[in-house]
């Protein structure tokens, strides 16, 4: 399933200030990005709930991008995610933890109330730098 969702990638240099791709993972979409390279690093769109089949396929495709793009910065966008289960979690302390081998960082941006109550219970907050409304960590 990952190779098929492969295509759907684009990658642009946009500014922080363009808007974010709508879709939230709601394949299929051809025009859909849920993926782009900025200055800051590999934006990654969460899908609208980072469930355990949603954590496999980021996983993996997130993998991949790091590899073949030798991606040094990721930012995950929380814009429209309402749930986030353990196997989310998991991903994004893998990356955390992936990236930290090559001095790499990673950002977490447009947190909901809720995604921000995960981020405090589960501890993320501690290992993931989280850019605020007005751009500031």
């Known amino acids: 399933t990952v190779m098929s969702n492969i295509n759907l990638i684009q990658f642009k240099n946009k500014t922080a200030k363009d808007s974010p791709p709508k879709n939230l993972w709601n394949i299929p979409d051809e025009d859909f990005e849920k ?3 900025e200055d800051l690093g590999l ?5 609208r709930e980072l ?3 949603h954590a496999d ?3 993996a495709e ?3 991008l790091i590899q073949v793009y030798h991606v040094k910065n990721l930012v995950f966008d929380f814009e429209g995610t309402d749930f986030m289960d353990s196997s989310g979690i998991g991903v994004l302390i893998g990356r955390s933890r992936n990236l930290g081998y090559s ?3 990673v950002y977490a941006r447009n947190l909901n109330g809720r995604v921000k109550k ?3 219970a589960s501890g993320l907050g501690k290992i993931i730098y989280v850019i605020s409304e007005d751009g500031k960590e």
């Not at 934006?43 to 899908?47: A, F, L, S, Y």
């Open 43 to 47: 934006v990654v769109w969460v899908p």
């Open 57 to 59: 396929i980021l996983r």
């Open 62 to 64: 997130v993998e991949m």
């Open 51 to 53: 469930d355990h089949h």
């Open 118 to 120: 995960i981020f405090k």
């Open 35 to 37: 993926y782009e390279l």
């Open 103 to 105: 001095n790499g960082v």
